[in-house]
Each structure stands twice: as structure tokens, then as C-alpha cells.
């Protein structure tokens, strides 16, 4: 059969297999997050239809103005996931604290934990262009049976069981590794079903590519800067193109099948950067690896960090190896 014949739910049957001490549940997991994905991707694709567009009136626990969107993929998610009773928590960017499941139940068996971004890139909704949903999933370290706690959910991205991103864009696709490559899946509409249309994708060695926010170009570090004059640079392969969504799925998914570098740094008014390392970098930090690339702090491997608080955020530095070694050069020298 050829690969674009399989259904993602065939490829996760197939798979079952390959996870360590594999008893169905990931595999469960991960279909419930392919059933919550088409929920939400329904709710995006007629959001200009509906009263959803636009804010909701609140803010979440870091001071950012929640959308409606936002609102509606955090509770589409967390329903969908708890009515299948296949995570024992979830902590989510749209949620002050982590949320156990199940806790009252001492049968409860569920090892997982998920962390999601479950609308990433809002402020393009309003404006009808490409945004996402970020995953993240760990095995507790509590003993099963027992409630979570904070431990379960501030584990260093190393310990990533599996991870992915949904990218509502021109088409819809779920995008996932579980540690064996990163395969991606596009949903065809007509009839609800998610086909391996880009099985092992992989970043290239190196790109042309770059894609940060400029427009925070003189709070940036001077590494930073250094590095920015250096892909704007005519010589060899260079200059290269600038090219920024501001959906970070987006931008990811545009570099690793084209070859770039995609940038949050810290800058003098957000000192530790803007992106969220449990739902943002450490998923899209393992699908890089996975994928032949890099993401790095501009220091360190963001997946050896060890988290200590469930909205931290971090400097963030990912895409085609070469690209983030070169800037990892920059920011060391400066
Ligand atoms: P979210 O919508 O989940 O808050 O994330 C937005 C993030 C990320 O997706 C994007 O790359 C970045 O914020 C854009 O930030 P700027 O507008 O500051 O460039
Ligand atoms: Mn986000
Ligand atoms: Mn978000």
C-alpha cells in the first residue's frame, strides 16, 4: 500500500509496537488526540461563520488576552480527553494550574500526563491566517493510582514519551513523533480521516531561511543581532530570506520542510523570551530532533533544562542543525 493510502489510525495500530512496555495506551492517547483535532479544526474552519472570532474578555494566568478561539480549543481538548479517561492530568497554557484527572479513583491505572498549547499563533485567528495546537506527553513519575502532582508535569523535555502539533493552515495536518522520526498526516475533510502524507520528514542540514519578530531587533541580545547581520549578509549561500508567521507551528513546519531557523530570543523587555518551554519548545524541541534539526536556548539543549514552574519561559533557537549551530556560534562569541 502506498503510504499515502494509510489512514493515521491504521499507522497507529501498526506502530503499537515500537513504545517500551507498550499496553495500548499511548496508542489511545493519540487518537483521542486525532479526534480532538478534527473537533477543533471544525470550530477554526467556520470561525468567521460564528460569533468566535475575537476576544473573549479575560486573560490567562500571564497576563495575555484570551480569544474566544483559545477559550474553545483549551475546553475541546481537555472534554475530549477526559470523557476517554486516557491521561491521569493535563496542564494547559489556558489553565493557571494543572488539572488531575481521576484523582478521587484509586483503580485509575492512567500513567500519562499531557501538556498542550491547544490554540497557538492567536493572534492570526482574527485574520484568517494558519494557526495550531502544540502537544506534549510524559509518563508520571508519581506512583499510578494517586492524584498528579506538579512533579508529574515539570520534567525536562528528554523525557518526552511522544509530542506533536496540529497546523490548521491550507490544509489541515497532525504532525507526531513518539521517538521513531516525525511523520505527518493530512486530514482530508470530505471524510474526516487523517492520511500519511509526509511519512519521516526531516529537517534539511541547513536552509535559507530565517524567521524571528525584527521589530524587537534593538531589544535583542548583541549575539542575536550579530547573527541576524549575518543571514542578511551578501556571501556565499547568503542572504537569506526572512519569513515570519507568528504562529510558532506555522513557522516550524514552513523550516523543517524548507530548511530555516526560527527565533524567540530573550530580549531587555521579556528577559527570558516570550515562548513557554512545557508547551511550546520542549514538543517542538523533540519533533526537531527527531527530524535531524536542533533547538537550543542559544546555549544549551532545551530538552536538558530542567523546569521548575509550569508556565516558564525560555529563549528559543530551532530548525535545520547548521543554522542553529551558526547562531549558537554568535551568541557565545558576543
Ligand atoms: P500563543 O498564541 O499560544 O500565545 O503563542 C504565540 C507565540 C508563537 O506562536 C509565535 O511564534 C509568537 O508567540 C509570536 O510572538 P510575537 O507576536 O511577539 O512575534
Ligand atoms: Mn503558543
Ligand atoms: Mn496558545
Known sequence: MSSKNKTLGEFIIENQTEFRYSTGELSKLINAI?????????????????????????????????????????????????????????????????????????????????????????????????????????RRVTPVGTPVTLEDFLQPGKNQVAAGYIIYGTSTMLVYTTGHGVNGFTLNPAIGTFYLSHPNMQFPETGKIYSVNEGNYIHFPQGVKDYIKYCQKEEGDRPYTSRYIGSLVSDFHRNMIKGGIYMYPKSSKAHKGKLRLLYECNPMAFLAEEANGKASDGFQRIMEIQPTELHERVPFFCGSKKMVETAEEFMANS
Open 34 to 138: 486525532r479526534l480532538a483535532a478534527k473537533v477543533v479544526n471544525h470550530e477554526v474552519n467556520k470561525a468567521g461563520l460564528v460569533d468566535i472570532l475575537g476576544s473573549a474578555g479575560d486573560t490567562n494566568i500571564q497576563g495575555e488576552n484570551q480569544q474566544k478561539l483559545d477559550v474553545l480549543a483549551n475546553e475541546k481538548f481537555i472534554q475530549t480527553l477526559k470523557n476517554r479517561e486516557i491521561v491521569c492530568g493535563i496542564a494547559s497554557e489556558e489553565e493557571d494550574d494543572f488539572i488531575s484527572i481521576n484523582s478521587q479513583d484509586e483503580n485509575h491505572q492512567n500513567k500519562y500526563v499531557v501538556l498542550i498549547d491547544p490554540l497557538d499563533g492567536s493572534s492570526n485567528i482574527d485574520v484568517n491566517v494558519s494557526v495550531g495546537t502544540i502537544f506534549s506527553i510524559y
